[in-house]
């Protein structure tokens, strides 16, 4: 395993960064910006992707699957969609290599095949979709769409950390279109509560729903619906966003649709998405200095059983105490791993396995068999105490429901106690300088405003609570009304 | 629905074309040569993928993510792999647009931002696979690597079809990582067999297991295992591969282990993979002039129930009737659409069902209730009969194990129908040209007599039979001895 870990007070990113390597989730790979993610970070990815194509199936949508590329007039159809991407985009010219006659061996571009239009690489498929969709929709019959996509996108990014923001990443689309703006805009809030649903029960992550104001939103939306989470360090991280998108897109692609009652009218959209990056958020909410820290709804080893053995004859013992529980875990659906490995210590094991945050440990020597005793570890608490072996499987069933709650109300708590109100502005910049969090503040709603006190203080307005009581005020920057107080934030 | 299908024995290639299109599997995009898979046709390949995800993990194998771009100085170090794709790579060269001034609201490449070393699309990831593995081996401790991506890839293609030849595909792809010759060339084995168990006991597909000759093999591969299957139309089609690697990937990144003697040795690898090529094999084995024919282990839909009415009450009636029909599908996992849409007649209904191949179809209207019977209808055999109210799940749950036998039965006649021998050179042009088929004929294990051959008839060499007898004989073409038959055919 090499070195400790670094702790988070000393360095937070640092902290992060080592934890993602050693935990054995992903690494910088020889594409600058663009990441591997090993199988135990993809196990993880793999949970989190089954429970919400579930709920995208179960809300009426179907997975489909368009082109990774984007023929260049197509991308800049919608314009402000288009410019918003335009600067981080991995752009394809050739589609051919032939030998170097130079370089023996070696290869370089044909210059002869260049393509007559490039080829963007889909930052996002808006464009392609609606280009697809065009074709689709004659009707009202031929509406609501309800797609999604499972797909890998790339955003030319210029300082890139692994999950957080990775030149390559995967995620889900949705894509949607719609006969009214009414039923848009549902779809939108309605896949908003699903993402705040799935942080919350899933990933444990507590989630602030909000709209995102206008220079945040997303670049050719009407509204981006989105959830923020708060992370250790006191930053925000957005975690999902579903945007109400009008009729741009319809309009960029020319989308119509023949109403009941005979009329043409441009169709309603929404896309939404969640990423790779909500494995980023999954550890920086959980974890400690120890390592990872896995709600056992994601983990991809629930229970880890370590034997205690000194010879042949004490392991063939440990492991026939220890075989009617690995019976029972595997009909009961619990993942397990009995580590019998005999090229590690049982103190290498402990450690392994708290770094990658499997949530129970089970521990059984000789001792144990005399004692008809085990012990049993409980990760996010680091406690360990000793059961009796006929207790093992409430013990189990206790600690993984006890394991996820907990992490989610230890998280729940950690946000609560850091959203604070500013009345001031210089109360403003003292609590993002000192205490972080969010700050929860008046705004005047505009532009101006939002990006003096960015420029000034580093935070942004992560997004306008849904839920937030109607309090007016005056602006702390400006003192102009306001209708409500906004959440700002540092963030990711 | 428009137009009647094309018939099959009319033109074979217009009848897929067409069918694909109607039976809403696939499209064209606006991406030169690249598809959309669309919500029918993806959920089919998700079935496929949730089967063979399983029977890989069953077999030890782990999933995980590698990056879409491979660096150019990465895809070159396998010499024999880069010459094989170099022809077919998509190549981004720029990661920036701009606003184009003449222009105004268009973009255009960035000069400025042009990449100092090119990036290949992945046609496979073999180089940016082992260039990581390189990082992951140091001794035989970290051996066995057995992993599995399912990824995107992108092979240029000059004339491409929906599913059989596509410049974006969908694949999986196996790369392991062994300490022996032997194993290496065992694991490359233990995947043929899945593919084979896959193809014929979920897609209904026979095949034959083989392996390629020197020409037809992967490039970078010391052997390649194929399983290849028998079209309708008498071409030969290759389902999936899998390929021992031997050294040449480890000696190309230099990615050495210390043996449990201490020994340092190259690794020995594998890779392999099938793809949404299989979408077309299962159209091009099953399917028929009235459109698709699905197994029923991979149809989205098992059972399709249509009620018959002419007036709310006769709806409400036999909705009910059908009623706890629907709840026991439910209850025992068969998928199933009542298809209640009042915007559409039955007949209609009946012909989208038959084009979509959904296996099973159930009528019932007024006239049933009165005599408590239904009609049932299965789309194989376009047989219809009508059964008593109550033997409905038993009828069900004959029909799901007897379509998939039958299918795979068919078209197991069919393939065996079609396997030929060629004793002379002229024997095998005839059959070659008059009947199609596999051909069955000695062969001189020679690369210059097979390009003859290819070059004369259009066949080629499918594979070497594993299962073949060892036959001794004289080469077809040049009369030297042979130690076993090969198979020829058109292929796909």
């Known amino acids: 395993m090499g070195k400790k870990l670094t702790k988070r007070e000393e360095d937070y990113s640092k902290w992060y960064n080592e934890l993602v390597v050693k935990a054995d989730l992903a690494e910088n790979s020889s594409v600058r910006g663009c990441m ?4 135990y970070g993809y196990a993880i990815w793999e949970k989190m992707q089954n429970q919400l194509d579930q709920m995208f199936k179960e809300t009426g ?8 590329f984007v023929p260049k007039s197509l991308f800049e159809a919608e314009e402000k969609n288009a410019e ?17 006659i130079k370089n023996p061996g070696k290869l370089i571009v044909d210059e002869k095949a260049k393509l007559e239009e490039e080829l963007i690489v889909r930052p996002t498929s808006e464009a392609v979709i609606w280009n697809t969709y065009k074709n689709w929709i004659q009707s009202y019959r031929d509406l609501p769409i309800l797609i999604n996509q499972w797909a890998n996108v790339v955003r030319w990014e210029m300082r890139t950390r692994l999950f957080l923001r990775t030149a390559e990443f995967l995620w889900q689309e949705g894509h949607t279109a719609h006969e009214t703006k009414k039923e848009a805009i549902n779809e ?3 896949i908003n509560d699903i993402y705040a649903e799935f942080a919350e029960n899933h990933m444990g992550i507590p989630v602030i729903k909000g709209l995102k104001s206008d220079s945040e939103k997303f670049a050719g939306a009407e509204e981006t619906y989105c959830i923020e989470a708060l992370m250790q360090d006191g930053k925000s991280l957005q975690a999902g966003t579903s ?5 741009n897109f319809a309009k960029a692609f020319d989308v119509k ?20 990056r909500l494995m980023g958020a999954l550890v920086m909410t959980h974890s400690d200095d120890n390592g990872l820290v ?17 010879s042949k004859e004490e392991f063939n013992a440990v492991e026939s105490y220890i075989e009617p529980i690995l019976e029972k875990l595997k009909s009961k659906g619990i993942s397990f791993l009995f580590d019998k490995r005999d090229t590690h210590k049982p103190g290498f094991k402990f450690n392994e396995h708290e770094i990658k945050g499997v949530p129970i440990r089970i521990v059984a020597g000789p001792k144990d068999i005399e004692n008809s005793s085990l012990e049993i570890f409980r990760r996010d608490k680091m406690e360990k105490e000793t059961i009796n072996f006929d207790d093992v499987f409430s013990r189990i069933d206790f600690l993984i429901t006890d394991i996820q709650n907990n992490l989610f109300e230890r998280a729940q708590s950690f946000k609560n106690a850091n959203i604070r109100n500013a009345n001031t502005y210089q109360e403003f910049k ?8 969010f700050v929860s503040a008046h705004w005047d709603g505009t532009a101006e405003t939002e990006e003096i006190i960015k420029k000034e203080t580093k935070a942004t307005i992560r997004c306008i609570p849904i839920d937030g009581v109607k309090e007016k005020g005056n602006c702390i920057y400006s003192k102009k009304p306001s209708e409500q107080r906004v959440l700002f934030a540092k963030a990711y």
Not at 264 to 274: I, K, P, R
């Open 84 to 100: 918003g991407f335009a600067k981080e985009c991995a752009i394809v010219t050739h589609y051919r290599l032939k030998s170097d």
């Open 188 to 190: 939108a809030i309605l």
């Open 36 to 39: 591997v993610i090993k199988p």
């Open 243 to 247: 945007h109400f998108l009008g009729q």
């Open 430 to 437: 003292d609590l993002i300088k000192n205490k972080g969090g």
């Open 294 to 310: 896995l709600p056992p709804k994601l983990a991809p080893i629930q229970v880890v059983i370590i034997p205690i053995y000194k």
């Open 61 to 68: 949508h179907q997975n489909a699957y368009f082109p990774l």
């Open 257 to 276: 649709f023949a109403s009941k009652n005979g009329d043409l009218d441009y169709v309603w959209a929404t896309s939404w998405g969640v990423s790779t």
